[in-house]
């Protein structure tokens, strides 16, 4: 019999035992030295007013410095920076490097990118990879906004960070490497979390040094991954008349052929569109907002969203349950290709736009003759309703309206019921009714009545709807609007609990329209 401990296997197991032990040793060395180390090393990551200079020190928060350790290839491009930002440069090499653009623009069309001020919000591999090709494409001036630092892994998915780079600013990283590439292009670096209470001053105007001239953004571009942070940034640009294009959700991703350009209110089957878009319309934005987003459907198999289980939320902050102090858990995965197809969507958009080329997108998938059939469904049920309750005369509804427009019909489809039918979770031959029977008529007369000037509208809210299929419409309206059937004679309990927790974000929806 053959020794146990040649067997190849349990040779095998024993290693990764004896390795896992040496692994654990060595994290909890490196936790304890971070640990004592943490606070020396916050002192000195802060920069100083002398190494910030004179016209940066009263920023120090939120302005980026200079590098902390530059190398001889670094002191080499930023001397090359510093010419050619003062002039010393000869702008033929510039339209050189820039030879492709100009043919495919035109001289007018580069020379409106060339003087083009444009914000990136967000400069991780969506952003990243946005940045890098608007400072190829030729834009002269660009301010980076991110709170955040290269980490390992960063380096699947950012667009020009390398290990060097690794605990740099992301802001400060992007400078670092496109000022090799374009010297000309003049960064300022935000480092700082974007939200509604300093956004003035990161969306503020591009003042030159020593110049009184102001320059408003020509341009914004949200690569926010936060959901709070991007509705507030999207909600600032859409009430200051601010430029913007905004990516959507590239992780768990795959398909870039399903990656598309459209409005807020069109993007579907994307997750984070759909969160952005519900915010922004308990907001009053519905639509005007062009978005980056993947229709993409998830299947059997692709990689998802991992949850992260309630009881390690209890064990304490989430930035704790790393291996190590300063690694953040990861609970989406990102297949390194889609940001970048993202990124370079987002300048696309922005390179056309800014220069007038002609832009003929593919349309979304529409459905706004679906939501206008729905439309006249709840025109004829309550008119029906109406009729039920006045008797008398059959031209009582002659000139009917309803309070409803196509946009409310699609949040009480799309967003309220996630396109689905509340009874069955049936997705086709979708409708709207009314879900509870009124105690009287639901008729509104405006103006001495018969009279030309009389105004007739229904009293629907957009709390009363609830969607359904076709066929349980017809039903319900058969048995519970016009005959004496209950809500629990019909439906289940966690039905009727479904229907009223919906129909509460339409009350909030309405507070709004």
Same mark, same amino acid.
């Given at each position: ?88 440069? $000869? ?103 974007? $939200? ?30 936060? *959901? ?10 859409? $009430?200051?008349?601010?430029?913007? *294009? ?104 922005? *390179? ?6 002609p832009m003929d997108y593919q349309p979304a998938k529409a459905r706004d003759k679906m939501y206008e059939s729905i439309l006249a469904y709840v025109q004829a049920s309550e008119e029906k309703l109406i009729r039920m309750f006045e008797g008398g005369p059959t031209d009582v509804c002659i000139g009917l309206k309803v309070p409803i427009t196509p946009g409310d019909i699609a949040f009480v489809v799309e967003e309220a019921f996630r396109g689905r039918s509340a009874v069955t979770g049936i997705p086709t031959k979708l409708m709207l009714i009314r879900w509870k029977k009124p105690e009287r008529s639901t008729l509104v007369r405006v103006g001495e009545q018969g009279s030309k000037d009389e105004q007739k509208s229904s009293d629907l809210r957009l709390r009363d709807l609830v969607c359904m299929t ?25 039905? *009727? ?17």
């Amino acid at each position: 019999m053959a020794s146990i401990t040649s067997h190849p296997k349990l040779q095998l197991a024993a290693t990764a035992v004896v390795s896992a032990a040496v692994a654990a040793g060595a994290v909890l060395t490196l936790q304890r030295l971070q640990q004592d180390d943490r606070p020396s090393r916050r002192k000195q990551s802060t920069p100083t007013s002398n190494s910030l200079g004179d016209d940066l020190a009263l920023q120090s928060v939120t302005r980026v410095g200079p590098l902390p350790r530059p190398d001889k290839e670094d002191e080499h491009n930023q001397a090359l920076a510093h010419r050619a930002q003062n002039g010393d440069f $000869d702008d033929e090499l510039i339209l050189e490097q820039l030879a492709r653009n100009r043919v495919f623009l035109s001289d007018a069309g580069l020379a409106k990118l060339r003087e083009a001020f444009i914000i990136v919000v967000g400069c991780g591999g969506v952003g990243s990879h946005a940045c890098a090709a608007l400072a190829r494409s030729g834009v002269s001036r660009l301010r980076l906004i991110d709170f955040d630092q290269v980490t390992l892994s960063s380096l699947n998915r950012h667009a020009v960070a390398t290990l060097a780079d690794v605990g740099l600013p992301k802001v400060q990283c992007l400078q670092r490497r496109l000022m090799a590439v374009t010297p000309w292009v003049r960064f300022d670096l935000r480092l700082q979390k974007f $939200d509604g209470s300093v956004a003035d001053d990161l969306l503020g105007d591009w003042l030159e040094e020593g110049e009184s001239a102001r320059r408003r953004p020509d341009f914004v571009i949200d690569a926010i991954d936060n *959901i709070e942070s991007k509705v507030e940034l999207l909600k600032y640009c859409h $009430d200051h008349g601010l430029p913007v *294009i905004s990516a959507m959700g590239a992780g768990t991703k795959s398909d870039p052929t399903r990656v598309m350009v459209g409005d807020i209110g069109a993007s579907f089957e994307d997750p984070l569109s759909r969160a952005t878009r519900r915010r922004l319309k308990l907001q009053g934005v519905s639509s005007g907002i062009p978005v980056v987003y993947s229709t993409e459907k998830m299947t059997e198999g692709k990689a998802a969203l991992l949850p992260l289980p309630e009881e390690e939320f209890q064990k304490g902050a989430v930035g704790e349950l790393g291996v190590l102090p300063d690694f953040r858990v990861r609970i989406l995965p990102v297949l390194g290709t889609m940001p970048a197809v993202f990124g370079y969507t987002v300048a696309n958009h922005v *390179i056309l736009k800014l220069t007038g080329y002609p832009m003929d997108y593919q349309p979304a998938k529409a459905r706004d003759k679906m939501y206008e059939s729905i439309l006249a469904y709840v025109q004829a049920s309550e008119e029906k309703l109406i009729r039920m309750f006045e008797g008398g005369p059959t031209d009582v509804c002659i000139g009917l309206k309803v309070p409803i427009t196509p946009g409310d019909i699609a949040f009480v489809v799309e967003e309220a019921f996630r396109g689905r039918s509340a009874v069955t979770g049936i997705p086709t031959k979708l409708m709207l009714i009314r879900w509870k029977k009124p105690e009287r008529s639901t008729l509104v007369r405006v103006g001495e009545q018969g009279s030309k000037d009389e105004q007739k509208s229904s009293d629907l809210r957009l709390r009363d709807l609830v969607c359904m299929t076709k066929e349980e419409a017809v039903r319900h309206q058969k048995e519970v609007l016009h005959g004496d059937k209950k809500l629990e004679d019909l439906y289940a309990q966690e039905v *009727i609990e479904r229907v009223e927790a919906y129909q509460k974000e339409a009350e909030a929806y309405e507070r709004f329209r």
